[in-house]
């Protein structure tokens, strides 16, 4: 069976793949059928105020992790919040 991608990533997708950069697939299977979840970094403008701590985010579909640095660059405190609902809700629940 044939990969669909929503028409409104299909120029993302296309023009990450074309770089040649990282990303990563995760199947989930659903029902009687899979889901193809592919992500991948789309780059951050936002400035760093690095005099203050600074906290990651990574957001998977079953966990929720957060890690916060200090400005020294030590690690100060590191979370997991399982979401394991989210793989299976809607999208407007999800949002």
């Known amino acids: 069976m044939p990969l669909e991608v929503l028409s409104r990533y299909q120029d993302l997708l296309h023009r990450h793949l074309a770089k040649g950069q990282a ?14 979840l592919i ?18 985010i990574d957001l998977n579909p079953e ?3 957060v890690t916060v640095v200090l400005p020294n ?5 590191s ?11 809607s999208r407007a629940k999800r949002e």
């Open 73 to 77: 660059g030590n690690f100060k405190v």
């Open 63 to 65: 966990v929720v992790a």
């Open 79 to 89: 979370r997991a919040f399982l979401a394991q609902e989210l793989v299976h809700v």
């Open 23 to 36: 990303y990563t697939v995760r199947m989930v299977q659903k029902g009687g059928r899979f889901d193809c």
């Open 39 to 56: 992500t991948f970094p789309i780059g951050d403008t936002v400035p760093l105020d690095k005099a203050s701590p600074l906290a990651g």
